[in-house]
């Protein structure tokens, strides 16, 4: 073998080795654990440019308050998800796979930032999970963070109906979802999309 042959060898084991730990380096960062105050980003594939087209979009609308929260890795063990029990109080739109109590998954930890808040009345815009077992009758937010809106502060009254009837204003949760909704909607609103 020359010495221009051997020389070429050379930089071609160097180079395997530096891709081989390249390689490695990857795979450890990959496979690191996720704190749980870590906030995970993520792209949506539809993002929603009237009340309407998301009303259209959902298996579920309903009104309610949430009961209680908690965290789990139950898809895989490192993605966290907070499971919200919902109590529905009025139902715009399909059929609830519980009468009374539903669980909305909400992606992250209850340590991090959530869209649903316990205590809370909201307006959520739902999506069957499309998972097996019994997370098949949970839901998530239409839009990921999109399809919740919050009733306003001081608006909840004990035996008040004014917050199913129509006259009580909920507020956008995230404002900063890319979507083209509108950032205040009263129960009112909902009705023209019945069908």
Not at 112 to 126: K, Q
Not at 179 to 187: A, E, G, N, T
Request: glycine fraction near 6%; charged fraction near 20%; proline fraction near 3%.
């Amino acid at each position: 073998m020359s010495e221009q042959d051997t020389r070429t060898a050379k930089i071609i084991v160097t180079l395997i080795a530096a891709f081989a730990m390249l390689m490695g380096v990857l795979y450890a960062v990959r496979h690191l654990p996720v704190a749980s105050n870590v906030h995970q980003s993520f792209t949506r594939a539809h993002v929603y440019s009237s009340l309407s087209e998301m009303f259209d979009d959902s298996d579920l609308v309903i009104q309610g308050t949430v009961l209680s929260q908690h965290s789990t890795f139950d898809i895989d063990e490192t993605t966290p998800f907070t499971i919200a029990e919902v109590s529905v109080t009025k139902v715009h739109k399909g059929t609830p796979s519980s009468a009374e109590r539903i669980a909305v998954r909400q992606t992250g930890s209850s340590e991090g930032s959530l869209p649903l808040h316990i205590g809370d009345h909201y307006v959520l815009f739902l999506t069957e999970s499309g998972l097996s077992g019994d997370k098949a009758k949970q839901y998530y937010i239409t839009g990921a963070t999109a399809g919740a809106y919050q009733l306003r502060q001081g608006q909840w009254r004990q035996n008040d109906e004014s917050h199913s009837t129509g006259s009580a204003d909920y507020h956008r949760v995230d404002m900063d979802s890319g979507d083209d909704l509108p950032s205040d909607i009263s129960v009112s609103d909902l009705e023209q999309f019945k069908k």
